[in-house]
């Protein structure tokens, strides 16, 4: 099937007419029809749901050999008390950012190549929030106190530290979490409605009838959904801009040498964004070549958003070259020599992963031709993954082992348990996705309808969509 | 009376006559929101926005409150410092007004629409969410002859009464 209809398009997409359309399809039954075929059942499928499966139980033996054996068996090092548990809780935030991104921001500035990559977003934001959110569980070593960081008057009557940035990510993360969910259900219900009206089985389809909560497709639902639509995308808007602030306050508010800085929240969303962009095109390109649905995420969708990424890749870049300026500028020792030991120094490995796969490898991207190769966004897309996380490893260990005090500096070096939390919080992610796209429609039925010219008895009647 | 399309300015024009006529109650069928539908149904502007302004108030007066209070009635004094202060406490207001502003906005939604239903009720058709569109027509018994033939001279595939 033909991906793009005109010749004229094959190097013109154009971001921000939103004039992303999708020639290849026709009509709303093909929509129905191909997307949800998506729903079946495959081997590969089922391998991949398996292969998920195995790196949460590999996860779940790390969690509970370390609560049987205690916090030691981590690689904590006094001072670096922050480990591969706050680097990969980062990690999973900043992943979770595309989704909302995509689904609000990009909603709000009517641009369309978000249309057939939205739904796959959102539901990846939720589950990244909901693998970011063990970790600070994990992290404090006796699970069963986390309950000690939400305010409620407990039985001593003691309320949290409201001046802590840590109470402020409670409240920031359940936020994020709660609305996150909230505005991929809100814009399921429509869809599930199809699902319920094609369902056979009598009990799916009461299933799904209690889940499209009795939807019925008329103008008046239709009417206050899109207002609802158009106010959850305005919340999520300046939500998402403060959550990655707020993480960003966990280590900005530290007088700490690379972490004290006012740059952080901006640096933070840039690269959360940057992130979350590189973790769609990991899931959308093999989506979109297995499930046969290369004409709705088409080149011009990738190409859209391969600018994105560029133009992330550079606001990064940036903050790291602002890091690195204001540490010689601002005359402070402690901050030159960390920023020294940081890339020539101790930690040099990590920060030459981080500055190659986050600001060398994206500059490709100005290249038109590889901005249209799905092959090259797909390694590149995992490059940044694996850069993206070495970016929250260089922020958080080099400047805990490295701080003001020399007689303290030391070391850091993960265990198998830690690495064993980090392979099982992939597992819970993508068999969380995996699942997911196969009981739900992985795109945007009602949405993806509204781009296709309806079907008309006149040809220029009513002047169209 | 219920007519099912399948073109969108059928319907429109359906529905412009059926207004125009007075022929009672229209609720119309769409498997996408169409602007062309509004336009011809011409309703009021949705309520949802009042929801979303008072939980949003309601929200972030509780977030402000329940710092200061909080912090307030157990005190953690720091010397130097001011037991409950306004900036770091932003977060929690404009968290919580996120919250449910965004919630109560959901809540709206669900209320002006009539949902969660528990049955479909009458005038539904699983075609409309297909690719079908849909007029229910509740007009009097002695207006139903004149409805149904508005219905299929505008192209309706399909009329048919409903009780």
Same mark, same amino acid.
């Given at each position: 099937?033909?991906?793009?209809?005109?010749?004229?398009?094959?190097?013109?997409?154009?971001?921000?007419?939103?004039?992303?359309?999708?020639?290849?399809?026709?009509?709303?039954?093909?929509?129905?029809?191909?997307?949800?075929?998506?729903?079946?059942?495959?081997?590969?499928?089922?391998?991949?749901?398996?292969?998920?499966?195995?790196?949460?139980?590999?996860?779940?033996?790390?969690?509970?050999?370390?609560?049987?054996?205690?916090?030691?068996?981590?690689?904590?090092?006094?001072?670096?008390?922050?480990?591969?548990?706050?680097?990969?809780?980062?990690?999973?935030?900043?992943?979770?950012?595309?989704?909302?991104?995509?689904?609000?921001?990009?909603?709000?500035?009517?641009?369309?190549?978000?249309?057939?990559?939205?739904?796959?977003?959102?539901?990846?934001?939720?589950?990244?929030?909901?693998?970011?959110?063990?970790?600070?569980?994990?992290?404090?070593?006796?699970?069963?106190?986390?309950?000690?960081?939400? /305010?409620?008057?407990?039985? !001593?009557?003691?309320? /949290?530290?409201?001046?802590?940035?840590?109470?402020?990510?409670?409240?920031?993360?359940?936020?994020?979490?709660?609305?996150?969910?909230?505005?991929?259900?809100?814009?399921?219900?429509?869809?599930?409605?199809?699902?319920?009206?094609?369902?056979?089985?009598?009990?799916?389809?009461?299933?799904?009838?209690?889940?499209?909560?009795?939807?019925?497709?008329?103008? !008046?639902?239709? !009417?206050?959904?899109?207002?609802?639509?158009?106010?959850?995308?305005?919340?999520?808007?300046?939500?998402?801009?403060?959550?990655?602030?707020?993480?960003?306050?966990?280590?900005?508010?530290?007088?700490?040498?690379?972490?004290?800085?006012?740059?952080?929240?901006?640096?933070?969303?840039?690269?959360?964004?940057?992130?979350?962009?590189?973790?769609?095109?990991?899931?959308?390109?093999?989506?979109?070549?297995?499930?046969?649905?290369?004409?709705?995420?088409?080149?011009?969708?990738?190409?859209?958003?391969?600018?994105?990424?560029?133009?992330?890749?550079?606001?990064?870049?940036?903050?790291?070259?602002?890091?690195?300026?204001?540490?010689?500028?601002?005359?402070?020792?402690?901050?030159?020599?960390?920023?020294?030991?940081?890339?020539?120094?101790?930690?040099?490995?990590?920060?030459?992963?981080?500055?190659?796969?986050?600001?060398?490898?994206?500059?490709?991207?100005?290249?038109?031709?590889?901005?249209?190769?799905?092959?090259?966004?797909?390694?590149?897309?995992?490059?940044?993954?694996?850069?993206?996380?070495?970016?929250?490893?260089?922020?958080?260990?080099?400047?805990?082992?490295?701080?003001?005090?020399?007689?303290?500096?030391?070391?850091?070096?993960?265990?198998?348990?830690?690495?064993?939390?980090?392979?099982?919080?992939?597992?819970?992610?993508?068999?969380?996705?995996?699942?997911?796209?196969?009981?739900?429609?992985?795109?945007?039925?009602?949405?993806?309808?509204?781009?296709?010219?309806?079907?008309?008895?006149?040809?220029?009647?009513?002047?169209?969509? | 009376?219920?007519?099912?399309?399948?073109?969108?300015?059928?319907?429109?024009?359906?529905?412009?006559?059926?207004?125009?006529?007075?022929?009672?109650?229209?609720?119309?069928?769409?498997?996408?929101?169409?602007?062309?539908?509004?336009?011809?149904?011409?309703?009021?502007?949705?309520?949802?926005?009042?929801?979303?302004?008072?939980?949003?108030?309601?929200?972030?007066?509780?977030?402000?409150?329940?710092?200061?209070?909080?912090?307030?009635?157990?005190?953690?004094?720091?010397?130097?410092?001011?037991?409950?202060?306004?900036?770091?406490?932003?977060?929690?207001?404009?968290?919580?007004?996120?919250?449910?502003?965004?919630?109560?906005?959901?809540?709206?939604?669900?209320?002006?629409?009539?949902?969660?239903?528990?049955?479909?009720?009458?005038?539904?058709?699983?075609?409309?969410?297909?690719?079908?569109?849909?007029?229910?027509?509740?007009?009097?018994?002695?207006?139903?002859?004149?409805?149904?033939?508005?219905?299929?001279?505008?192209?309706?595939?399909?009329?048919?009464?409903?009780?």
């Amino acid at each position: 099937m033909a991906t793009l209809a005109h010749p004229d398009d094959l190097r013109r997409p154009n971001i921000a007419s939103a004039d992303i359309q999708l020639p290849a399809v026709t009509s709303y039954e093909q929509v129905d029809n191909e997307i949800l075929a998506v729903l079946k059942p495959t081997k590969a499928w089922f391998a991949s749901l398996m292969l998920a499966i195995a790196c949460l139980g590999l996860g779940a033996f790390s969690w509970i050999y370390q609560i049987h054996q205690g916090l030691g068996v981590a690689g904590y090092n006094p001072p670096v008390m922050w480990g591969v548990y706050i680097i990969t809780f980062v990690f999973w935030v900043g992943i979770g950012h595309a989704g909302t991104l995509i689904s609000a921001i990009l909603y709000l500035f009517r641009a369309g190549f978000r249309t057939t990559i939205y739904r796959a977003a959102e539901a990846m934001t939720v589950f990244a929030v909901m693998t970011a959110g063990l970790f600070p569980i994990i992290h404090i070593g006796r699970p069963w106190k986390f309950f000690w960081l939400i /305010p409620y008057p407990n039985w !001593r009557l003691i309320w /949290p530290n409201f001046k802590s940035p840590l109470v402020w990510d409670v409240f920031a993360i359940t936020t994020y979490l709660t609305i996150s969910t909230t505005f991929l259900f809100v814009g399921l219900i429509p869809d599930i409605a199809v699902l319920r009206d094609r369902e056979t089985n009598p009990i799916r389809r009461k299933i799904l009838g209690f889940l499209s909560f009795g939807w019925r497709n008329t103008e !008046r639902e239709w !009417r206050h959904f899109a207002r609802a639509y158009l106010f959850l995308a305005a919340f999520s808007t300046p939500l998402v801009l403060s959550v990655h602030s707020v993480v960003s306050f966990d280590f900005a508010m530290g007088i700490v040498p690379g972490w004290h800085t006012t740059i952080f929240p901006p640096y933070f969303v840039a690269g959360a964004i940057f992130s979350g962009f590189a973790m769609v095109w990991t899931i959308i390109i093999p989506m979109r070549r297995w499930f046969g649905l290369r004409h709705y995420v088409t080149l011009n969708h990738l190409d859209a958003s391969a600018k994105m990424v560029l133009f992330t890749s550079l606001v990064v870049g940036l903050a790291y070259m602002i890091e690195f300026f204001i540490a010689w500028y601002g005359g402070v020792k402690y901050e030159q020599d960390y920023f020294w030991n940081r890339v020539f120094g101790q930690w040099w490995w990590a920060a030459w992963i981080m500055l190659t796969c986050n600001m060398i490898l994206p500059l490709s991207l100005f290249s038109q031709k590889l901005r249209r190769n799905p092959t090259w966004l797909w390694i590149l897309s995992i490059f940044i993954n694996i850069g993206m996380w070495f970016e929250r490893f260089v922020i958080v260990v080099p400047s805990l082992s490295h701080d003001v005090e020399p007689w303290q500096w030391s070391s850091y070096m993960p265990t198998w348990v830690d690495y064993g939390l980090l392979i099982g919080s992939f597992g819970w992610f993508f068999m969380w996705f995996l699942l997911f796209v196969k009981q739900l429609p992985v795109m945007a039925l009602a949405e993806i309808k509204e781009i296709i010219p309806p079907k008309m008895k006149h040809t220029h009647s009513h002047g169209g969509h | 009376m219920m007519g099912v399309f399948s073109e969108l300015d059928s319907t429109v024009e359906a529905i412009e006559e059926l207004k125009q006529r007075k022929m009672g109650d229209l609720t119309v069928f769409s498997p996408t929101p169409r602007h062309e539908l509004e336009h011809a149904v011409h309703p009021p502007m949705s309520g949802v926005r009042k929801f979303t302004l008072i939980g949003a108030l309601s929200g972030v007066c509780f977030g402000f409150w329940i710092a200061i209070w909080g912090s307030n009635y157990w005190p953690l004094v720091v010397g130097g410092k001011a037991i409950s202060t306004w900036l770091p406490y932003v977060v929690f207001g404009f968290e919580v007004m996120v919250m449910v502003g965004a919630l109560s906005t959901v809540f709206g939604m669900f209320y002006l629409a009539g949902i969660p239903r528990l049955t479909m009720t009458v005038g539904y058709d699983p075609r409309f969410s297909r690719g079908s569109y849909g007029i229910f027509c509740e007009c009097a018994p002695e207006q139903l002859v004149e409805a149904e033939s508005i219905l299929r001279r505008h192209g309706a595939v399909e009329v048919r009464g409903e009780k």
